[in-house]
T-cell receptor, first 111, second 115 residues
Framework: SQKIEQNSEALNIQEGKTATLTCNYT??????LQWYRQDPGRGPVFLLL?????KEKRKERLKVTFDTTLKQSLFHITASQPADSATYLC??????????FGAGTRLFVKA | DTGVSQDPRHKITKRGQNVTFRCDPI?????LYWYRQTLGQGPEFLTY????????KSRLLSDRFSAERPKGSFSTLEIQRTEQGDSAMYLC?????????????FGPGTRLLVL
């Protein structure tokens, strides 16, 4: 069956460290993958999109990698700040205008 | 603010009642999506419109759910004979079709509680 898996346990890190979040998927061949941030009680906010032919994408302190062989994406936040605390969602395009979201990983950055 | 807006933000209803939610997308966006999200889960796709045409519906969407986008602008999502299991956050998103990759812009959601 098709699955998207993100770490269900919250990730706790110290301010200034790099946070690394994982997204694994099975039985999909997505053309692209996206990462969103979601704060409590609010809708998701788009962060980065990476295509299947791209290995890495960067935006300010954010970096995403996409390994279609391993069927995995890694999302990194460098020099993390308490304001980065949120839930981060991985989303796959299925090619039929339907985007499938993972359950998300909660990140807590301690000052 | 020209983002996606949703109304109401919160709705409490009794089981068996009908509810209707409204979504106003970003004005130039031609695609509109509805999702449902429960605690600890990611958004779950419900349905999708391109302009006024409803092009895809999730198999999870029961006959009690109906969505419209009559003039290709705002959309409504109606739930008839609500059940306690319908309690969730209902999210709307819009996007502009540009090639094969698109970014969806989400509204703040409508939180539904069915008693």
């Amino acid at each position: 069956s098709q699955k998207i898996e993100q770490n269900s346990e919250a990730l706790n890190i110290q301010e200034g460290k790099t946070a690394t979040l994982t997204c694994n998927y099975t039985n999909y061949s997505p053309a692209y993958l996206q990462w969103y941030r979601q704060d409590p009680g609010r809708g998701p906010v788009f962060l980065l999109l990476i295509r299947e032919n791209e290995k890495e994408k960067r935006k300010e302190r954010l970096k995403v990698t996409f390994d279609t062989t391993l069927k995995q994406s890694l999302f990194h936040i460098t020099a993390s700040q308490p304001a980065d605390s949120a839930t981060y969602l991985c989303a796959l395009d299925t090619g039929g205008f339907k985007t499938i979201f993972g359950a998300g990983t909660r990140l807590f950055v301690k000052a | 603010d020209t983002g996606v807006s949703q109304d109401p933000r919160h709705k409490i209803t009794k089981r068996g009642q009908n509810v209707t939610f409204r979504c106003d997308p970003i004005s130039e966006h031609n695609r509109l999506y509805w999702y449902r999200q429960t605690l600890g889960q990611g958004p779950e796709f419900l349905t999708y419109f391109q302009n006024e045409a409803q092009l895809e519906k999730s198999r999870l969407l029961s006959d009690r759910f109906s969505a419209e986008r009559p003039k290709g602008s705002f959309s409504t999502l109606e739930i008839q004979r609500t059940e306690q299991g319908d309690s969730a956050m209902y999210l709307c998103a819009s996007s502009l079709a540009q090639g094969e990759a698109e970014t969806q812009y989400f509204g703040p959601g409508t939180r539904l509680l069915v008693l």
